[in-house]
């Protein structure tokens, strides 16, 4: 097998995984439970648990983890070029 | 296959292993797809051109009733998607990009070969599917190549159709951006740090990240506007709940990065033709390299400004209009550093310096014509008439389709192999440089007294300017036909040129002409920067 | 042409059109940002009509293949080629009843008028009706990158199976199938929980 240079060979993270995915599926159930407490709190849960949980798939399912500057650069400046459409954007459809 | 250079087996035009029309369709050779992506853009250029020829010609009492006003609206969308999507925006990266980069770099090929050539098929196929939209069913779209909403969801043309071509062509954009900083990262030279990179590479970088995150924008808002017209889903139709100044926001999005994608690959070509003629280091290299990106970033935040007048909020308009100011700065920088290149230089007067200086005039009228409707009580009387034609055609065509052809002028004699007669380039200068401006310089005044853009008739004042930029057009088109007549000339029987006819540095210069299908015999190890000029004369 | 086998580039490559499908999907969120903040009360109404148990099943569903695909790609590291099938299986399966909850949740609006160009629709404040064209368009472009998805990871089943699958390939599959988990992770909130 050829290893990504990123891994350590004989290492498992397997357990480190279902550790993930646990508390993906723990984090999802607090979501569904703040979302019932009304509008307020949903978009709170929105706004805060779920970029968690992507986080989450992020960095660990997608080793993000491991890898160097570069790639980490190439997932900041897509998000942060999101966040500025978004800005821009709200700056005339919040205000009209 | 019409081979120029019939000689060496150490030619990519006549490489064994890739033999007639297969071995040119079937091709993972970057310069070859290169030479694909000249052939067809070419061809599109002139059908695009032709229109515009017809657009001018309707002007004339004489040729009035030529077409209808709806074959009118027709050819001035039609115009634009085929300049823009087939010409400008695949531009310099799809041509001089795919052909020179891995060169520049010290490589011998791009990074993801097979996916370059599926590039090109996206690109032809959206070609053709655009321009199937100008002969079925619905007849050609009439919205203008901006498609807004909701004209754009009621006109019975093939509105679909065209926006899908137009979405396969951002595919093309897409996937070469994503070679393109690749390649760049992982595949230069030992010894090639980023900042010993060829100015031009610099510019295809920039680019290659808006053309990464940017089109997508264009992607699903081409997407909702035919899920909008076959489906109904309400995003943008007001008659539905939905919102169409959303659609201006989304479209606009990539749109004006677009010509950030544009101009940015050409100024990088202008950094690579002034040194060479001026025999010197280009003046502020990091500065040039530094706006390239500055030029990317802050220019993906000034969309709002081709929305001035559309209804936006006055908190939009203000933060807009400032950072539209703001963008010129870096492209300032880059102008000063250009002048500064050549001042005092050992200048070398051949037709690549001739186009790259007149692409320096022309994208400055351009680039302040556009800061001047920048201001927004300006904008209320420029905003869709013929100023901003002008504004954009200096900065489009007298920029970035200026610097394609300086670049062509420039590269040719590598891609080919053959040299083309000077004299006959300089003579399509003048006719060229002279109509341009009649005709756009014509339309910014035009536009100031108030004549509104994609107008198929107009009032009677404003027809003697009207008259004199068609004659300007006249002029612009037979320049170019000469231009573009030299250049198949010499394709074919052009003297045959050396590996450095023009006394270059970078890298492409020290190979044969045209290049191996290999690049090098052997990579180059990088020890100085791009522009390290020998001391004397040539 | 020397094929230069390197992991990076091709994991650069990935991670950089996965960028793309992320601003895609970012116009989509876009768009319902700007809607909901128009139709806050209509948004509202139309969430109450959407099976929260059915959404919040399909996450729990695509967490897991999720984690069967990193699962997948760890066996393959350690030489596990069986254990790796079978988790590339599982995901398969997974994602497969992915799509037949959807599937199942898309007749349902059918089936009750609900949907863009609907009589039903047309009848209901123009809010609700932005609210389903939303959700159609959005869980619906997410579905055919799930079975764009799907195909990728049968083609790595049968590489596995073949014995030619290397962990640098699986391992880019796996960064889209990744992808196309956190596009839901976003899509609950945003149809089933927060409307």
Not at chain 2, 169 to 186: D, K, Q, V
Not at chain 3, 8 to 37: D, H, K, P, Q, S
Request: glycine content about 10%; charged content about 10%; proline content about 5%.
């Amino acid at each position: 097998m050829d290893p990504s240079p990123q891994t350590l060979p004989a290492e498992t993270r397997a357990a480190l995984y279902v550790q993930v995915w646990a508390a993906l599926l723990v984090l999802t159930g607090l979501l569904a439970l703040v979302s019932r407490q009304g509008q307020t709190f949903a978009t709170l849960g929105l706004l805060t648990l779920t970029p968690l949980k992507a986080g989450l798939v992020l960095y660990f399912f997608m080793h993000l983890k491991d890898e160097g500057l570069l790639l980490r650069t190439v997932v900041l400046v897509t998000l942060g070029t999101l966040l500025i459409f978004f800005a821009l954007l709200f700056a005339d459809a919040a205000l009209r | 296959m019409n081979s120029p250079a019939e000689a060496s087996q150490a030619s990519y035009l006549a490489d064994p292993s890739g033999k007639g029309l297969r071995g040119w369709l079937l091709t993972v050779d970057h310069k070859r797809i290169g030479v694909l992506y000249l052939l067809a853009m070419m061809s599109f250029f002139v059908v695009a051109m032709s229109l515009g020829f017809l657009m001018r010609l309707v002007q004339l009492t004489a040729f009035k009733g030529l077409v209808s006003a709806q074959t009118y609206n027709a050819l001035f969308t039609v115009h634009g998607v085929i300049m823009i999507f087939l010409f400008v925006i695949p531009g310099l990266p799809a041509v001089f990009g795919n052909f020179l980069l891995p060169i520049l770099i010290g490589a011998r090929d791009v990074a993801f070969p097979r996916l370059n050539l599926a590039s090109w098929y996206f690109f032809m196929a959206g070609a053709l599917v655009a321009l199937a939209s100008l002969f079925l069913g619905g007849g050609a779209p009439d919205t203008g190549w901006t498609f807004y909403v909701p004209f754009s969801v009621r006109t019975t043309t093939n509105v679909s159709l065209a926006v899908f071509g137009v979405f396969l062509l951002g595919f093309s954009s897409m996937l070469t951006g994503i070679n393109f900083i690749t390649t760049t990262h992982r595949l230069r030279a030992p010894g090639m740090t980023f900042f010993r990179l060829p100015l031009f590479v610099w510019g295809l970088y920039a680019s290659a990240w808006v053309q990464v995150l940017a089109t997508p924008i264009l992607a699903i808002t081409l997407v909702l506007v035919i899920l909008e017209r076959l489906f109904g889903v309400g995003i943008f139709d007001p008659s539905r709940g939905g919102d169409p100044l959303l659609y201006q926001h989304l479209f606009w999005i990539y749109s004006h990065p677009a010509v950030y994608i544009m101009i940015v690959p050409a100024m990088g070509a202008i950094s690579e033709i002034l040194p060479t003629f001026a025999q010197r280091t280009v003046f502020g290299y990091k500065a040039i390299a530094y706006s390239s990106l500055a030029i990317a970033g802050v220019g993906s935040l000034v969309w709002g400004h081709h929305m001035f007048t559309s209804g936006m909020s006055d908190a939009a308009n203000v933060i807009f209009s400032l950072l539209t100011m703001v963008v010129a700065i870096p492209s300032a920088i880059k102008v000063f550093n250009w002048v500064s290149t050549l001042y005092r230089g050992a200048i070398d007067f051949q037709p690549p310096l001739l186009f790259a200086l007149t692409f320096i005039v022309l994208f400055c009228i351009g680039g302040l014509t556009g800061v001047i409707q920048g201001a927004l009580s300006v904008n209320i009387h420029l905003h869709d008439t013929y100023w901003i034609v002008g504004h954009f055609h200096y900065v489009m065509f007298g920029g970035a389709a200026f610097g394609f052809f300086a670049a062509l002028l420039y590269w040719f004699p590598k891609m080919f192999g053959r040299m083309y007669s000077r004299a006959w380039i300089y003579a399509s200068w003048f006719p060229i440089f002279i109509g341009f401006n009649m005709l756009y310089g014509g339309m910014l005044v035009l536009g100031v007294m108030g004549m509104p853009r994609r107008y198929y008739a107009h009032l009677p004042r404003f027809h003697a300017m009207h008259v004199e930029v068609t004659v300007g057009s006249w002029l612009l088109v037979l320049g170019l036909l000469i231009y573009l007549g030299t250049l198949v000339y010499a394709l074919f029987r052009g003297e045959r040129a050396g590996s450095n006819p023009w006394h270059g540095v970078t890298l492409e210069w020290r190979i044969a002409s045209p290049p191996p299908p290999d690049n090098f015999a052997e990579l180059p190890v990088i020890t100085t920067g791009p522009y390290v000029f020998p001391e004397g004369p040539p | 042409m020397s094929e230069e086998h390197d992991a990076f580039a091709g994991r650069l490559g990935m991670w950089l059109f996965l960028a793309t499908e992320v601003v895609l999907f970012g116009g989509l969120f876009i768009a319902y940002a700007v809607l909901r903040n128009r139709y806050p009360a209509d948004f509202h109404r139309a969430g109450a009509a959407m099976e929260v148990a059915l959404g919040l099943t399909n996450t729990v569903v695509l967490l897991t293949s999720s984690l069967t695909v990193a699962l997948a790609t760890d066996a393959l590291r350690r030489g596990l080629r069986l254990r790796a099938q079978g988790f590339l299986a599982a995901s398969l399966g997974l994602g497969l009843v992915f799509l037949g909850i959807k599937g199942f949740e898309w007749a349902a609006k059918f089936h009750h008028g609900l949907y863009p160009k609907a009589a039903h629709l047309a009848t209901l404040p123009q809010g609700e009706q932005v609210f389903f064209g939303l959700y159609f368009t959005m869980t619906g472009l997410h579905a055919v990158h799930v079975l764009a998805g799907l195909a990728l990871l049968a083609a790595m089943l049968a590489m596995a199976r073949r014995g030619t699958l290397r962990a640098i390939v699986l391992e880019n599959a796996g960064l889209y199938w990744h992808l196309v988990d956190i596009i839901w992770i976003f899509l609950l909130p945003l149809f089933y929980l927060a409307a």
